[in-house]
C-alpha cells in the first residue's frame, strides 16, 4: 500500500472509531449517571442493563453508517470495500457457516469441563433442578440456543458489521493480518470497558475490581476476534461471524445445567477467575487455527 492509500485508510478507520465510541460511551455513561442499575439484586442484567447491552450491539454498524457517508465510501452490500452483506456458499465456504455455528458450543462445553477438571466438586447432578425442572430441558438448551441465534442474530450482526465488516480490513491493510488481530482485538475489548465497569459479564463482586475485568475482557477480546476475523475472511461476509457471535453469547452449554457454583474451590469461584478459566479452551482454539491460517498464507 502507498503512502496516500495508507494516509486515508488511516483517516477513515479513525473515524470510525471515534464515531463508534462517542455514540457508544456516550450512551453508556448517560444511562449510568441516572443512576440506572445495570445488575438486578440476583447479579445478572437489570431490564435497563439489557436494554444498554442492546442498544450497545447496534453502535458499531451505526458507526459504520455514519463513517461512509462522511468517507463517501458508499453502502455497496459485496465486493471490494463493501458491508460484506453477500452470501456465497461456493468453493465450501458453507464449511465455515457450520463452523460458526458448532464452534460455540465446543468451546463453551470444554470451558466448563475445565472448570469441573479443576473443582471436581463443583459437579452437581441435582444443580439442574435450581435452573430448570426438567433435566431435558438442559439437555435440549444447546440446540434451541443454536437454532434461536442463527434466526435472531441481529445483535451480533450489529457489532460485527463495524468491528469485522469495516475496522479489521483496514487494519489488515494497515499492518497485516498478525498485528491486526491483536489490536482489533484491543480496540474491541477497551470498547466493552464501562459495561465491564458496570459489572457486565464478571460483575463488580471480585478481586481487583474493576482493573483484572478490564484486561479478562481484552484478552477474551483478542482471541474471539480472531475466531471471528477468522471466518470473515475466509467467507467474504460478516454473516458466519454474526451467527458465531450471537450463539458465543446464548453459552450453549448442557454441562452448565450441572454445576453449582457455589462448590467451586477458591480462588477459581471469584467470577471474574472463573470466567477467564471458561475461557481458556477459546483462547486455545483461536490460536490452532490462527497459526494453521497464517501458514496456509505463508504457502499460498
Not at 25 to 41: H, Q, V
Not at 239 to 248: F, G, K, Q, R
Not at 267 to 275: G, L, Q, V
Amino acid at each position: 500500500m502507498d503512502k496516500a492509500s495508507q494516509k486515508t485508510e488511516t483517516k477513515r478507520l479513525l473515524i470510525y472509531l471515534g464515531a463508534t465510541f462517542a455514540i457508544s460511551w456516550a450512551m453508556f455513561f448517560s444511562l449510568f449517571l441516572k443512576g440506572n442499575p445495570f445488575l438486578d439484586e440476583t447479579g445478572n442484567l437489570s431490564g435497563v442493563g439489557n436494554l444498554i447491552c442492546t442498544f450497545g450491539m447496534l453502535c458499531p454498524s451505526i458507526g459504520v453508517i455514519i463513517t461512509r457517508f462522511i468517507t463517501k465510501e458508499g453502502y455497496a452490500l459485496t465486493g471490494d470495500n463493501s458491508l460484506m452483506l453477500g452470501i456465497n456458499l461456493k468453493g465450501r465456504r458453507y464449511l465455515f457457516y457450520i463452523l460458526a455455528v458448532l464452534l460455540p458450543w465446543l468451546y463453551v462445553e470444554l470451558g466448563y469441563l475445565l472448570t469441573v477438571a479443576i473443582s471436581p466438586g463443583a459437579f452437581d447432578r441435582e444443580y439442574f433442578r435450581t435452573v430448570t425442572a426438567d433435566a431435558r430441558n438442559a439437555y435440549m438448551f444447546p440446540l434451541m440456543a443454536i437454532v434461536s441465534e442463527v434466526f435472531l442474530s441481529i445483535g451480533g450482526l450489529g457489532e460485527e458489521l463495524g468491528w469485522r465488516g469495516y475496522m479489521m480490513p483496514k487494519l489488515i491493510k494497515l499492518c497485516g493480518t498478525r498485528k491486526a488481530v491483536i489490536t482489533g482485538g484491543i480496540i474491541w475489548g477497551i470498547w466493552h470497558w464501562p459495561l465491564t465497569y458496570a459489572g457486565h459479564n464478571f460483575g463488580t463482586d471480585y478481586k481487583g475490581y474493576p482493573w483484572v475485568g478490564f484486561a479478562g475482557m481484552v484478552f477474551l477480546c483478542v482471541f474471539m476476534g480472531i475466531l471471528l476475523t477468522f471466518v470473515t475472511v475466509k467467507t467474504g461476509s460478516v454473516w458466519p461471524a454474526a451467527i458465531l457471535h450471537a450463539i458465543n453469547n446464548a453459552q450453549p452449554s448442557i454441562l452448565q445445567f450441572f454445576i453449582n457454583p457455589e462448590k467451586i474451590r477458591a480462588p477459581f469461584n471469584e467470577t471474574a477467575f472463573s470466567f477467564l478459566i471458561r475461557d481458556l479452551p477459546t483462547a486455545v482454539i483461536a490460536l490452532i487455527i490462527f497459526a494453521v491460517f497464517m501458514r496456509k498464507k505463508k504457502t499460498a
